[in-house]
DNA sequence: CTGGGGATGGGGCCC
DNA sequence: AGGGCCCCATCCCCA
């Protein structure tokens, strides 16, 4: 009879014999070639660790009296070898230099819990999933019942080349997509086909995932890459940002696994606030070209797709792209609008959303829907939003005899004169109660008043400037 | 319940 | 490479 102790510390040395009988090319049956550099491993070790040899092997492979030889061109051989000393360990050796690749490598591999260690390393990097983690670490006093404690503190690797750690069995069979496997990026468990179905989550949530929700296609027969789901970090969480923890605080837990403890991290969360940006533009700049993968895989993109996102099964022509491509996964949000706060991924987008909401860029009555001009209708300013009224419409709210003030620090252009709502809460305009809703509910309660006084305000493109955190 | 419209987000691609 | 434009899909709210 074995208690767990024991099945662990004899499945940790059997670990350590495979490793050793790797190093030596001991009865090692699969010879893997990548970028010219021979790696030898076991067909055993392999096929169980990842779900392209698992594939590979058994359709490929089944003469087990000649050894098998693959050879990769899609990533690098130190990626590779980094891929396999994690199966042979269970400790992945990320940094920001290699992190992407390894994450699309282990995309290319199918091997889920590391692109799940990948994905926390990137968000613990550039710190925009504090809410989670919050929650994560709220957890650490009684662990949700699919997340194993050790996971918490071993399977999150930080700035630097520092390992993280897959241990015990239930981490690795959960991240293998084992039902209630704990998915890293939130409350969502990590289901057979890998995905963490979007359609489980509040609309809100799904509204920006929709270009991410991956083929739900049975492991047997999905393109490699196509088993990579990305999962979207909210919005709301795009708060904060951990900075590289330094190596003095550094520990090793008593089975001599590299491990930060729950307490450390929380105080690392805590204490900062910075360089979120400066992490991104690294990550960006180390963000490497996985070129020829479409052919790989043998679909029909085209073969100008060169640049694959490793969160999911994007491609891309331009670097560029990519990179706009991955706030998507990301949450960055590094556009705020300077009225409201709301931030958004593109300038582009600000400026669209400044239009249309602040600026009243279109010449439409809000009410009527008839088209104004500056003679036919005049600009109302609800709170930060602005919309144009005619009018007959102004007219019919008795509005359209108004005083009008000029705003002495209007220093551009834009003569529009414009009414500013306030006042009288028992009034209020019924055409602007939809736009109210997103705006905080603070404000809300401040926008709801109704007075209706005419003046001019700044009507002009403001120059909106991106702000990192 | 449903259709319409506004707001938003993301991809492609040009400059 | 970044900015910007165009287009389209989706979500949400309202009538």
Redesign the pocket.
Known sequence: MFSKMDLSFYQSRLLLQLDEQRRRDLFCDCHILVEGKMFMAHRNVLFASSGYFKMFLSQSCRDVGQPSTVTFDVFSADTFTAIIDYMYSGRLPLSGQNVIEVMSAASYLQMTDVISVCKEFIKSSLDINEKERDNLFSLSGGEPAHQPRDYVQNNVAWGGNNCASIRSDSDISGCRGGAGAWNPYGPYPVTSNLSSNPCDR???Q???E??HEAPQLPITTCCPEERVQGH?IS?TDSTTKVNNIPDDEYIQDEAGMDCWTVTRRKEMVKSSDKNKATKAEQLYATMPTIMGIAETCGKDASSSMRFKCPFCT?M??????L???L??HTGERPYPCQACG?R??R???V???YR??HEAG?P?CRRC?KHVTEETGQVVQDGTRRFRLCTDCLAEFGVDSFPIEVDDDDDDDDDDPTIVLSGDEDKEL?WS???R??QPKAKLEKDTLYNLIIHEVDDSDEDIKPVLY
Do not use: N, W
């Not at 891309?316 to 792209?321: I, M, S």
């Open positions: 509040p609309t809100s799904r509204a920006s929709r270009h979207k919005e994007h891309v022509k331009r670097k560029a792209d990179k706009r491509h706030r998507c709301k958004f991924t300038l582009e987008h400026r669209s959303h249309t909401i279109k439409v829907k019924p109660q939809h736009d809703v997103q």
